[in-house]
Every structure is written in C-alpha cells, then in structure tokens.
C-alpha cells in the first residue's frame, strides 16, 4: 500500500514538473514577442526623435537665413523711402552693393524700380536694359499693398542661371503707391550642400518646401525635385489642421519608398521643413538584432525543456536534490534580481565568471565573447582607479555592497555611462568571499540631460554666446591660471555704435538679428579652447583672450571690425559710414606675482572703450593707443 501510495505522487510531481517547464516555455516566447515588438517600437520611437530633434535644427539654419535676408530688404527698403530714388540714391546702394562681400547664405542683392526695371545689384553685369516685371514675386508685390517679406517660388536666375529661392519686399513713394522691389537670392545649391552633411541613411532625405506645397531645396536631389508641386500630398492637404510639428509616416510621392518623418513649421516664415528616413533602413538593425534574440531564446527553450527532464529526474532522488538547490538558491537569486539589467559574475582574479545576455543590448557584445575577460576591460581610464578601488574594496571584505557611476566603452556607441550595483558573493560551505555580482544598467540619456542643462544655464538665449555668469566664472579661472603660470591676460569689450538708433530705425527683431550677427562673429573669432566669446549685456560684448600680448589682442580686435564692416548692414543712422560699426576697448594684464583682482582688467577695458566711444566710435583703443580702422565705406566718405 506504501508503495502503490507513493506512485500517484511522483507521477502528479512529475505532471508538475512538466507542468511548470511548459509554461515557462511559453512565458519565454511571450516576453520575448513582447520585448521584439517593443524593441521595434523603440526603434522607431528613437528614430523619431533623431528626425524632430534634425528638423528643428533645420528649420532654425532656415529661419537664421531667412532672418539674414530680412536684415538686408528691411535696411534696402528704409534707404529708399527716406532717400528716394533718384539718381543720387540709386547711385549710392549701387556703390555699396558693389563694394559688397559675398555672404554664403544670400547669392544676391537687386532692386528694382516700378516697372521692373533694374535699379542695383551685387552681380558684376550690365543690367541698363535687364526687366524684372515679369516675374511673379514682382507682380505679387505690385498687386499687393502687404509690406511684409515674401518666400517666393524657386526659379533660373538671369544673371546666373542657376536655381535660386527668391526673399523680397515691396518699398512705396512717399505717397503710399508701388515704388518698386528689393530683392534678396539665396542658392538652392546653398540648401543642399548643407543637407548633405547630415547621415540620414541611405534612402534618407531632407526636403525644404513653402507651406503650399512647392519644393524649395530637397536632398539628395537628382535635378527634377525643385520647384515640384506636392499640393496634393496628405501632409499639405491637411496642413492647417495639423500641429506645428510631429511625425508623420507616409510612402514618399517622390520616389514611392515607405518613410518614417519628422515636419516642422518654422513659426516665424511659410516654410516647412521635411526630415525622413527609410523605414526598413531605421529598422534593419533591429531585425538582425531580434534574429540573434530569437535564436538565443530558441537555444534558452532547448535548454530549458532539457533542464526541465533533469529536473524531474533529479526529482526522484528526493532530498539529496533539493539541498543542492537550496545551496544553490542565494546565487540564484542575485542573478535573477533585476533580469533586465546587464547581471556579471566576476571572480576573485577580476574575470568575468558570467553574464546575462542584456550586455548585447547595454555593451553591444555577445555574453559569450565576454566570458573569461577582465572585467573592468572597458573602464575609462580616467575612472578606472576609482572603480578598482571600490572592487578592491569588496573583495578584500571591508564592505558587503557599493553603488558607482562611470563611463564604460560600447562596441558601437563609443562610451557610455553605467551605474552598477556590487555586492560581493560567499562560498556556500566555507563562507569566504569567493566573487562579486555586478548589476549594470545604462545613464547615458540621465548624463547627458545634466550636461545639457549645464550648457543652458551658462548661455544667452538671444545669441548663443558665453552669458555675463558663466564670462564672470570664466574670467577668475583664467586670472588664477595666468598668475600661477606667469602668462598675458587679455581682454577685448565690444560695443555695437548708436545702436538705440539702430533699434528705433529698424525695429527691435531687426535689432536682433543685427546682435546675432555680429556674436557669429566674435564666436568666430573665439579660435582656441580657452578663448570665451560672451554677451556682457544688451549691445556690449566680451571677448576673454588667454595667453595673448597686447599685439595679438588689437590684431583680433581689427579682424572682428573687418568682419562687422563685411556684414554690410546698413545702419543710415550712423554716419559717416551708414552701416553697422563697432568700438573697441582692450586690455592686457599679465597677474604674476600681482595681488590686483580679476575686475582690474575689466575695468581696464571698459575705460578703453568709453576712449573710443569718445574718440568718434568706430574704432579700437588699446591701453591709450587708438586704432581706427580704415573701412572701405569710410575711405570712400572722405
């Protein structure tokens, strides 16, 4: 009876047994369907995010472009109607025009008079018997009172022949009636060769296109996309009722591929800007790396339906079997705890012992390629000596657990941040320290949020530049510095001439583009690590010079005039020139062995600019020594 009573028992902890394997079974393909789908999911999600954060950088070098041409028609147009046309003020634009330097952004510069006629032009040809009256920005302007700035359709230039993006504006007589056009050219080519800087993918493409539906720039581009109608397109179609921006999946009418997109609405122009990739080129990783997951799960089922008839087996050797798994339950726990972060084993030597197969995902390496190496192989060296230390640590007992932060190296992405959890492991028969568990997961995005954030708080939201706290932070840095290492300290103060006028003439978001246009610049001019470019407050700027003379520091100062004077903005309420100008002040200090503060040089330079504030504007005083500088407008007014 004993005998045949125990029968039915084994036979219902086997059924269990089983039981459990095939569930477990099912449980595996389960989540790892899951986690496929949710991984693909992921992909697309990332790449969405990769295409909104491409069109807003897009979408904003279009709007500083187009910002640039409302610069130069809103000067042309406020010089005409104060001045006229006449003959004498035709004659001056036309002087300056020539004189005028190629900016890459704008290819052109035109005006013309009421009937179309050329009036003036940066393009060296003879315009005496050229007429405009038949394009369609002039006609709109002639038949429109809007004083605003207008995005025109793309067109072959006359003067030379290639695809240009037209920006104009109607200027008027004194009494209110149609004067003529100014008009602004911007090379479609401009567009593209900037585009083309960007890794989108093989079958990836960036496209440029007014709010009606017209291609104005598309790359890459195999001549036949510019000046293309796409009115008819859904995303056109139903523009006005869409959000301002968001991502948009759609088989391209253009070349008929399945595309996943990102479209932004430039807030402050009828353009819009289109970044997409191909969706099988954004999920092709993915369907190799789930190939690889697949298979493992596939191999992890085999050996889980293996395991489980050993189990069963070893069920029937009663308690010998369940010691051994009870011997075996605390490590067994620690490698389960938090399955989906990357779980190591590493031995007393520092090799890796074990690790789960999350390092394909976190480290890009296969568990088997990883086993048997030295775990802490990938630690940046800068944090290597912190990290041995705390393993050191464990291993030798004085702490059971520890919590670090470092960057590690990934097969593909370069290097990335890991926290890791440690704590170390015991010989279940002796109890000594036999190894430690690392439990890893990655804080790359949590790194470089706090970075960005750092990066925000120390700039100025108007022109990109260094803000006054971040200038002041940097300024006692580099003083110290200079007095421990004996080196020349300098610094340029910048303040751009009659700029409340400027503001009055032209309106303040003309102002605005005139301060971002000289801060490019001063960031230009800003060449080696140390050298900090900054807004110091409203039109004056700073310009923090390391390690340089007194020599080096008026040679920048001069450059920094020639490339303002280069802009040729137009600034009729700052004579003698009539165009933007700047004063500059410079100091040199070398702080060695000296106990004056940091602010001495700033006042230093201060003084130097209120001497050439007073000496006339215009011009560069460094320590009581002016220098002005002879630009061409001002040779040409004396």
Known sequence: MTSQGGDPGKAHMTLAAAAFVALACIAIITLSCWREWSSRQLELKNAETDMANLARSLTQHAEDTFELTDTVLNVLVNQFELEGTGPAAVAKVQAFLARRKAVNRIRGVFVYDETGRWLATSEPVDFANLNNSDREYFQRHRASADRGTYIGHPLKSRSGGQWIITASRRFNHPDGSFAG?????????????????????????????????????????????????????????????????????????????????????????????????????????????????????????????????????QLRRGQKMAAAISAKEADFRLLAEHSGDMVTRISLEGRIRYVSPSCSRLLGWAPNQLLGTPALAGVNATDLPRVEQTVSSLRAGQAEEARIIYRNR??????????????????????????????????????????????????????????????????????????????????????????????????????????????????????????????????????????????????????I??????????????????????????????????????????????????????GGRDQLVMSGQVIAWPGSIKSSAS
């Not at 246009?517 to 700027?541: C, H, I, K, M, T």
């Not at 137009?570 to 165009?579: C, D, R, T, V």
């Not at 933007?580 to 002040?585: A, D, E, K, Q």
């Open 181 to 313: 056009v100014a008009l602004t050219t911007i090379d479609v080519a401009y567009f593209l060769q900037f585009y083309r800087g960007f890794d989108i993918g093989p079958n990836g493409s960036i496209a440029l296109a007014s709010v009606d539906g017209t291609v104005l720039a598309r790359s890459p581009d195999d001549g036949s996309y510019t000046g293309r109608d796409l009115s008819a397109a859904p995303l056109f179609k139903n523009l006005r009722e869409r959000p301002a921006a968001g991502a948009y999946y759609f088989k391209s009418p253009l070349d008929d591929v399945e595309r996943l997109s990102f479209y932004k609405l430039s807030s402050r122009y009828p353009v819009i800007v289109v970044a997409t990739q191909s969706e099988d080129d954004v999920l092709a990783p993915w369907r190799r790396a789930a190939l690889s997951r697949m298979a493992v799960v596939v191999a992890l089922i085999g050996a889980l339906g293996s395991a489980g008839l050993l189990l069963v087996h």
């Open 410 to 559: 990934h097969r593909e992405k370069g290097e990335i941040w890991l926290e890791t959890a440690l704590r170390v492991t015991r010989d279940p028969k002796s109890g000594e320290i036999d190894g430690v568990v690392a439990i890893s997961r990655d804080m790359t995005e949590h790194k470089d949020l706090e970075d960005k954030l750092a990066v925000l708080a120390s700039s100025d939201g108007l022109t990109g530049l260094a803000n006054r706290r971040h200038f002041d932070e940097q300024l006692e840095a580099e003083w110290e510095r200079a007095r421990r290492e004996g080196t020349p300290l300098s610094l340029l103060l910048l303040d751009v001439d009659h700029f409340k006028n400027f503001n009055d003439q032209y309106g303040h978001q003309t102002g605005d583009g005139c301060l971002r246009s000289v801060a490019r610049v001063l960031s230009e001019q800003a060449r080696r690590p140390a050298d900090v470019a900054a807004r110091y407050g409203g039109e004056e700027f700073a310009l923090l010079l390391p390690n340089t003379e007194a020599a080096g520091c008026a040679q920048v100062g001069e450059r």
């Open 561 to 614: 005039q020639e490339a303002i004077r280069d802009l040729g903005i137009l600034h009729a309420l700052n004579p003698p020139s009539k165009q933007v100008t700047v004063s500059l002040g410079g100091a040199t200090h070398s702080p060695a062995g000296d106990k004056a503060h940091c602010t001495s040089l700033v006042e230093a330079a201060d003084k130097a600019l209120y001497a050439a504030k007073e």
